[in-house]
């Protein structure tokens, strides 16, 4: 199993590999987004002011979406919901958080969403592909139990079986599934990016639709899934995204105002 260890412990201060694992996502994800962004003329100054308010509503929303869901623990242990270093953020609330900030920002500066959604998305399935690595080393977000035979099988690396060896048992890799699924997302998307046939709201809907499959199949194998009654959340809210990705695909279809991106 990994160790939990933070990879550097000054005593006064730590750092495990889940916070810089994040760090890196969202600032990969962010220089990704801005030159992204600078490419169709859009003010440097106002694409970073963006991120950086919707960073830190992404990480708010993680963070109350998933106590919402764990609200029989939290309303036990109140104190507890500031307690983020602990753990417990969730990518659907975190996606939640920042839209609903990058709506009121677009519309407080009159830019289009669909457009800005565009430049951030690209930075966004990469950072999430990046992030998913952190769940490896807290050995979380894995699948059901397992063999160590089955897992050679499936020709991984040897330090990701190793990984998967928690408490005793072997597990389901399925962060590293998700985290391949993003990575290709990702590639795909620096490749429709510069085709003549792409406009405006094609990334965002494939995103939509690519991280909204992926993530409702993946969810069926998680054994810490947050719960609505008997339904897993992740997967109600990723039919939703693939529903979206479709409509809004769509929209850009027919909307001849949305110029092909260069």
Same mark, same amino acid.
């Given at each position: 199993?990994?160790?939990?260890? !933070? ?45 950086? /308010?919707?960073?830190?509503? %992404? ?27 602990? %753990? ?5 609330? &975190?996606?939640? %958080? ?24 690209? &930075? ?32 991984? !690396? ?14 389901? !890799? ?83 105002? /949305?110029?092909?991106?260069?």
């Amino acid at each position: 199993m990994i160790t939990l260890n !933070p990879l550097i412990n000054l005593g006064f201060f730590e750092v495990h590999w889940y916070s810089l694992l994040l760090c890196i996502a969202i600032l990969f994800g962010s220089f990704l987004a801005i030159k992204e962004s600078k490419r169709h003329d859009i003010d440097e100054d106002v694409m970073t002011n963006l991120l950086f /308010y919707a960073i830190i509503c %992404g990480i708010i929303g993680a963070r109350i979406y998933y106590v919402i869901f764990n609200l029989d623990y939290y309303s036990m242990h109140v104190m507890e919901i500031f307690a983020v270093w602990q %753990g417990g953020l969730a990518i659907h609330g &975190g996606i939640i %958080g920042a839209l609903i900030f990058i709506y009121w920002y677009c519309r407080k500066y009159k830019i289009n969403i669909i457009k800005i959604l565009d430049f951030i998305v690209v &930075g966004l399935i990469i950072a999430q592909a990046i992030g998913r690595w952190g769940n490896f080393f807290n050995g979380e977000a894995h699948g059901p139990q397992t063999t160590l035979s089955f897992l050679k099988n499936l020709y991984l !690396p040897d330090f990701i079986i190793k990984g998967m060896f928690i408490n005793g048992n072997y597990y389901i !890799p399925t962060f590293f599934y998700e985290s391949l699924w993003c990575f290709i997302g990702f590639i795909i998307l620096l490749i429709l990016r510069k085709q003549n046939f792409t406009k405006f709201g094609y990334l965002t809907s494939f995103y939509l639709v690519w991280y909204g499959i992926c993530r409702f199949f993946i969810e069926s194998f998680r054994t810490d899934s947050l719960m609505f009654f008997s339904f897993k959340i992740a997967q109600i809210v990723s039919l939703f995204m693939v529903v979206s990705g479709i409509c809004l695909f769509v929209y850009s279809k027919k909307n001849e105002k /949305y110029k092909k991106v260069k």
